[in-house]
């Protein structure tokens, strides 16, 4: 209640108190739209980047990104953001390794 409903039919407001931006976009729709509007290894620009949520579809979505934004504290925000989602799809891509190999018991 209150926020600006948006085609995804989630209030705009939530997403704007997490992120402290007034018009950010919800992370399915940004897939979406890279995913048809790009193909996989494309480079996708972005030159209003906000808080980055087109980077990090870009990331979880095979694409190279270039993102402009002239608002620092924004810039930042989008920054740690898309450094954050190249790390999970890294933990994704390399499980980390147990520290001790471990041997299965096998039994005849």
Avoid at 76 to 87: G, L, S, T
Wanted: charged share 20%; proline share 10%.
């Amino acid at each position: 209640m209150g926020g600006r409903p948006n085609s995804w039919d989630q209030p705009v407001n939530d997403y704007a108190e997490k992120l402290d931006h007034p018009c950010p976009k919800p992370m399915g729709m940004m897939n979406w739209l890279v995913e048809r509007g790009s193909l996989a290894g494309e480079t996708v620009l972005d030159p209003f980047m906000g808080t980055g949520t087109t980077g990090m579809a870009c990331i979880a979505l095979g694409r190279k990104f270039i993102g402009i934004e002239i608002e620092p504290k924004y810039f930042d925000i989008a920054c740690k953001r898309i450094r954050f989602m190249v790390e999970q799809q890294k933990q994704m891509l390399f499980p980390p390794v147990a520290d001790t190999p471990i041997q299965p018991y096998l039994e005849f």
